[in-house]
């Protein structure tokens, strides 16, 4: 699967990119050129120059500053929905594929209820409820994100469970938990990382969605939703296009990225995709 993905030049380029600006958002605090929240007062609405590269916002912060904070905050939220997200959806679809009966019954309905709610009213409902701190931004997009794996992952274990090295293991006396901690669940890692890196771009879309109708990360901390949000007037649109082109920039690369990434996963895991 691994030598397959590095034949994908468009995915093994678009997880350099990755990488790099993880590194970057790691490093914020030294790669940053200036503070993400002191305000300038004499450089209000700034183009580009050379100590501002991208200008600076309404009340004289540094734009390329701000980005590189912002990026940061994506990239947790990108992981910790992730990792809800595998917990939740890939636990109870193992168990739901593995044990079926009463218990994948009630397992599935629950995630066809969760499901029958528009996403965008589930994340507004959780925001207002427990507040939108970063903590709770994860948790809220966790939990509503996690049945599209289950159901994902669901199917590819009612397919394992069937595979004679699974009647195997049960003929010399493995125990259920042992079966699907040590068979069923290694054979899954191709299922939930196409569905990872699918969901990272997810949850960083729906962060930016939060933070742009002001439900998401409050200021002053910076995200590339709410650097759009407070770039939202005529004005700004047409007369100061630093202000929304690098964050609406950043956050149109970083998910075609992360969904390239996606999809060469998605043929490495499959090779008669590339056969057909």
């Known amino acids: ?14 997880a350099i990119f990755v990488v790099l600006i993880g590194i970057i958002a790691a490093a914020a605090p030294i790669v940053a050129p200036h503070n993400p929240v002191e305000t300038n007062l004499t450089k209000l ?21 701000r980005i590189i904070f912002a990026t940061r905050v994506s990239f947790l939220v990108g992981l910790g929905v992730v990792a809800v997200q595998i917990i939740v959806g890939g636990g109870l679809g193992l168990i739901s594929g593995y044990f079926g009966g009463t218990i994948g019954f009630l397992i599935q309905r629950l995630t066809e209820i969760v499901m029958s709610f528009p996403p965008i009213l589930l994340l507004i ?15 809220i997009l966790g939990i509503t994100r996690w049945t599209t794996l289950c159901r994902v992952m669901r199917g590819e274990v009612l397919s394992i469970r069937e595979s004679e090295f699974i009647e195997s293991a049960k003929a010399i006396g493995s125990s259920k ?30 962060e930016a969605t939060l933070s742009f109708l002001g439900l998401g990360i409050p200021l002053p901390t910076p995200t590339w939703g ?11 649109l047409l007369k100061r296009p630093w202000l929304w082109l690098s964050p609406g920039l950043a956050i149109v690369v970083t998910v075609l990225s992360i969904n390239f990434i996606g999809d060469a996963l998605r043929d490495a895991s499959d090779p008669y995709t590339n056969e057909a």
């Open 1 to 14: 699967m691994i030598e397959r993905f590095l034949d994908h030049k468009l995915g093994v380029g678009s």
């Open 125 to 139: 409902i959780g925001a207002v409820t427990i507040g939108h701190e970063l903590p709770q931004i994860i948790l």
């Open 226 to 236: 709410n650097m759009l949000k407070n770039a939202q007037s005529t004005t700004v």
């Open 177 to 206: 938990l042992r079966i699907m901690a040590k068979h069923i669940l290694p054979n899954t890692i191709a299922v939930i990382s196409v569905n990872a890196s699918f969901g990272m771009a997810q949850a960083i879309i729906s």
């Open 45 to 65: 609405n700034s183009p580009p120059t050379l100590t501002h590269p991208l200008g600076t916002d309404q009340v004289g912060r540094d734009v390329l500053s």
